[in-house]
């Protein structure tokens, strides 16, 4: 089967960094995602690491170590807008099947 | 392009009662999904389909069913509708698999069932 963790809530201040930690076991391991839903929205694409190693895209960067199940997302300069929950989904097997954690929720304070 | 449309937004249905969930797609993507997701909770995946004709369970099917006669709708079925299938329902859709997974999700259908 497959498990996948995350924090369920964390709270960050604006203008800060915050590190969202995701871990997972599972078997035929593809690749893994990282969604952003806003509270009452549908969840919207963010990055998806194959290899080992970080990816930057703007505020956002994404890390992944195939070797010990571990990723984060990682949001710099944080926004008011940033608070939303962040879903960790972990791509398995020949038939490239998605999984997804329960999510992190982020709170932005000011 | 519209993207995964899905109709109704909102729905209340009595136990016992059926209904269809409407889900369309125009960007010709092969790979559709339905899932649902209770509050505070992720996403649980019910049916998936990899092309017009194919459709698979996914975790939580019981009490559904799903149907894929063209490519761009995959309507979900719900035949005897219980409480514990209040949640938020959404369809996604993808080009294929691997890099070209990337889901892109309709906006939801929010169902109670009392």
């Known amino acids: 089967g497959q498990n996948i963790d995350q924090p369920t809530e964390m709270t960050a201040t604006e203008g800060a960094i915050v590190q969202i930690n995701c871990t997972y076991q599972?078997?035929?391991?593809?690749?893994l995602f990282w969604y952003q839903q806003h509270a009452g929205e549908a969840p919207t694409f963010l990055s998806y690491?194959?290899?080992?190693g970080l990816e930057e895209k703007g505020r956002f960067s994404s890390f992944l170590s195939r070797s010990k199940g571990y990723s984060y997302l990682l949001l710099k300069e944080l926004q008011m807008k940033d608070s939303a929950s962040y879903l960790c989904?972990?791509?398995?097997?020949?038939?490239?099947?998605?999984?997804f954690g329960t999510g992190t929720k982020l709170q932005v304070i000011p | 392009n519209a993207g995964v449309t899905q109709t109704p937004k909102f729905r209340i249905l009595k136990i016992g009662q059926s209904m269809t969930l409407q889900c369309t797609q125009d960007?010709?993507?092969?790979?559709m999904y339905w899932y649902r997701q209770d509050p505070g909770m992720g996403l649980k995946l019910i049916y998936y389909?990899?092309?017009?004709?194919?459709?698979d369970k996914g975790e939580v099917p019981n009490g559904y069913n799903v149907s894929r006669s063209t490519t761009e709708d995959f309507p979900l079925r719900l035949e005897l509708a219980a409480p514990s299938q209040t949640s938020v329902y959404f369809c996604?859709?993808?080009?294929?698999?691997?890099?070209?997974?990337?889901?892109?999700f309709g906006p939801g259908t929010r169902l109670t069932v009392l």
């Open positions: 599972t078997s035929g391991f593809n690749g």
């Open positions: 690491n194959v290899l080992d």
């Open positions: 996604a859709s993808s080009l294929a698999a691997g890099g070209l997974n990337t889901q892109y």
């Open positions: 960007m010709n993507h092969n790979y």
């Open positions: 389909s990899v092309g017009a004709g194919i459709t």
């Open positions: 989904a972990v791509n398995s097997g020949g038939y490239q099947k998605v999984t």
